[in-house]
């Protein structure tokens, strides 16, 4: 029998204040998994890290993410297993050779989930199969989010993440 499987997608959204990019940050946190590798692309001020907040909340982080312009690599813990939640900012980071050199490609295949802000600089090392999600800033507090799915695995998360955005709005209105 001929098995059609969709290996990518895409789903756009958009945020129209803060605390949207956070709830949509948290359903993601919710679904990850040890593994799994969120890239975010997108302008000073488009909404990454708030976007990171939100998922290392939904994740169940002990600690609030801060912005971590002057520390490449931030490392977050959760109560509920072992898992590490890497959330890496290359905005120093000049090339692929150099994320190489510091080990940073290790963090792929590791104890948890990576989010990286910045991802265009250490492109070359990063797996083609991961959720990669652009950033546009529109007027004022709106922001356009365009989420891209590249591998089977990707593709489930970004199915789940529709639904559990869509239930949640449900909840929210009633
Ligand atoms: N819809 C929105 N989503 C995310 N941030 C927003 C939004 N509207 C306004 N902002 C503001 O834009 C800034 C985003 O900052 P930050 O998340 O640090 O961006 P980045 O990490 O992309 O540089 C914050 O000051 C936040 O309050
Ligand atoms: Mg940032």
Redesign the pocket.
């Given at each position: 029998m001929l098995k059609v499987q969709c290996v990518s997608a895409r789903f756009e959204i958009v945020?129209?204040?803060?605390k949207?990019?956070e709830t949509i940050g948290s359903c993601l946190g919710s679904l990850l998994e040890a593994g799994d590798i969120i890239c975010?692309e997108?302008?000073?001020?488009?909404?990454?890290?708030?976007?990171?907040?939100g998922i290392a909340a939904g994740w169940g982080a002990r600690e609030p993410v801060t912005?971590p312009t002057f520390t490449l690599v931030h490392e977050h813990q959760r109560d509920a297993d072992t898992q590490t939640l890497f959330h890496i900012d290359c905005y120093r980071l000049h090339s692929a050779a150099d994320a190489w050199h510091i080990g940073l490609d290790d963090l792929f295949y590791g104890e948890g989930p990576v989010v990286i802000?910045w991802p265009r600089h250490i492109e070359d090392i990063i797996p083609a199969e991961r959720l990669w999600i652009t950033?546009t800033i529109e007027d004022?507090?709106?922001?356009h989010l365009t989420i891209n799915a590249a591998g089977q695995r990707y593709n489930t998360l970004l199915h789940d993440l529709q639904q559990t955005a869509l239930d949640r709005r449900h909840n929210t209105q009633k």
């Open positions: 945020s129209y204040n803060v949207q990019t975010l997108g302008n000073l001020g488009a909404g990454k890290t708030a976007l990171t907040r912005s802000e950033f004022g507090t709106q922001r």
